[in-house]
């Protein structure tokens, strides 16, 4: 009787052990994904020797982001719904603003919710003084120095950074070691997420210390360094209206769930095959469009170049994926 027993043990732990999840880094759990068959590729972005915590940690929008919606800005009445194009991309649209094209590394700090933030009111303020203001505003300066933000690294709300951006303005500052471009440079260094580069590990350091105060080197000073937004709100989660609002404004930042798919991303457009939720990201939505008869928004990540697209993705449109609809801030610059 003993051994029947063992021998039943033996066999339900072979069979846990069969049934376990894969790690969704592992390269067969991007095999699961891809022999789905659905309407995106996945592929080698990280290496299987990433941890779901640091993962996590990249997924900075806090999740109680959602309660701090700011009011909705009304619609765009002079653009028409069929006035929409079937595709738009803000990079085209205005060439003249080079910060639509960067994608930008928050390194090992959860800044998501800041690098997205600054870089759709950097193209913004391009957009709205017709391309005669180039500048890039600095995620240093909004994730360290905003306490109504949240947690720094540790995460905080889209819609705060706007307010802050509204209320406290920004500075300018730039996102690459080697090429100053502002005030105040991001010092959080841009690091191998990936497989493997020539760029350094991605250290989970603390949130830079607030210092306002333009880098030495910069010979600029801080106040007069500063730009402000007039308007912050949230936008509808009417697809239509938020296309209008980047027609008429330029890039938006957008909040979404983040499964344990997401991160294997390469191609095509994302539509969740998992239930795992790992955290909110922020992101900077660009455009859209439509592949393969699936609509899509075109998406800024903050992971560099070498993850998914160039550094970008695209996500379905229309269906509220992941809540890609649902948390949207912009605001309008003062030019």
């Given at each position: 009787?003993?051994?029947?027993?063992?021998?039943?043990?033996?066999?339900?732990?072979?069979?846990?052990?069969?049934?376990?999840?894969?790690?969704?880094?592992?390269?067969?759990?991007?095999?699961?994904?891809?022999?789905?068959?659905?309407?995106?590729?996945?592929?080698?972005?990280?290496?299987?020797?990433?941890?779901?915590?640091?993962?996590?940690?990249?997924?900075?929008?806090?999740?109680?982001?959602?309660?701090?919606?700011?009011?909705?800005?009304?619609?765009?009445?002079?653009?028409?719904?069929?006035?929409?194009?079937?595709?738009?991309?803000?990079?085209?649209?205005?060439?003249?603003?080079?910060?639509?094209?960067?994608?930008?590394?928050?390194?090992?700090?959860?800044?998501?919710?800041?690098?997205?933030?600054?870089?759709?009111?950097?193209?913004?303020?391009?957009?709205?003084?017709?391309?005669?203001?180039?500048?890039?505003?600095?995620?240093?300066?909004?994730?360290?120095?905003?306490?109504?933000?949240?947690?720094?690294?540790?995460?905080?709300?889209?819609?705060?950074?706007?307010?802050?951006?509204k209320h406290w303005g920004l500075v300018s500052g730039g996102y690459l070691p080697d090429k100053?471009?502002?005030?105040?440079?991001?010092?959080?260094?841009?690091?191998?997420?990936?497989?493997?580069?020539?760029?350094?590990?991605?250290?989970?350091?603390?949130?830079?210390?607030?210092?306002?105060?333009?880098?030495?080197?910069?010979?600029?000073?801080?106040?007069?360094?500063?730009?402000?937004?007039?308007?912050?709100?949230?936008?509808?989660?009417?697809?239509?209206?938020?296309?209008?609002?980047?027609?008429?404004?330029?890039?938006?930042?957008?909040?979404?769930?983040?499964?344990?798919?997401?991160?294997?991303?390469?191609?095509?457009?994302?539509?969740?095959?998992?239930?795992?939720?790992?955290?909110?990201?922020?992101?900077?939505?660009?455009?859209?469009?439509?592949?393969?008869?699936?609509p899509y928004w075109l998406i800024a990540n903050s992971w560099n170049t070498d993850w998914g697209?160039?550094?970008?993705?695209?996500?379905?449109?229309?269906?509220?994926?992941?809540?890609?609809?649902?948390?949207?801030?912009?605001?309008?610059?003062?030019?």
């Amino acid at each position: 009787m003993m051994k029947i027993v063992a021998l039943l043990l033996v066999g339900l732990v072979a069979l846990s052990a069969a049934l376990e999840k894969p790690h969704f880094l592992s390269d067969t759990a991007i095999h699961r994904i891809n022999s789905l068959n659905t309407t995106w590729t996945a592929g080698r972005n990280f290496g299987p020797h990433v941890t779901t915590e640091y993962i996590k940690k990249l997924l900075g929008v806090r999740p109680d982001a959602g309660n701090q919606r700011l009011p909705d800005v009304a619609p765009h009445l002079a653009i028409a719904d069929e006035d929409i194009p079937a595709e738009f991309d803000a990079r085209t649209a205005w060439p003249e603003c080079k910060t639509i094209s960067e994608v930008r590394d928050q390194g090992g700090c959860g800044s998501c919710w800041a690098l997205a933030a600054v870089t759709a009111m950097s193209d913004r303020v391009c957009v709205a003084s017709n391309g005669k203001t180039q500048v890039s505003l600095s995620a240093e300066d909004l994730v360290s120095c905003c306490r109504i933000c949240g947690m720094g690294c540790n995460g905080g709300y889209p819609a705060m950074a706007w307010q802050y951006f509204k209320h406290w303005g920004l500075v300018s500052g730039g996102y690459l070691p080697d090429k100053s471009e502002g005030c105040l440079d991001y010092s959080v260094l841009p690091c191998e997420h990936h497989t493997a580069g020539p760029r350094g590990t991605c250290d989970e350091g603390p949130t830079p210390k607030c210092t306002r105060k333009c880098s030495a080197a910069s010979g600029l000073t801080y106040k007069k360094s500063l730009y402000y937004a007039k308007s912050a709100y949230s936008v509808s989660s009417d697809p239509k209206a938020i296309q209008k609002e980047i027609m008429t404004n330029g890039p938006v930042e957008v909040a979404f769930s983040v499964y344990d798919d997401f991160p294997n991303y390469k191609d095509g457009v994302y539509t969740k095959t998992s239930n795992t939720f790992l955290g909110g990201h922020a992101v900077r939505a660009i455009g859209w469009g439509e592949e393969n008869g699936t609509p899509y928004w075109l998406i800024a990540n903050s992971w560099n170049t070498d993850w998914g697209k160039d550094g970008l993705f695209k996500i379905r449109r229309g269906t509220n994926e992941c809540g890609i609809e649902g948390q949207v801030v912009a605001g309008i610059p003062k030019v």
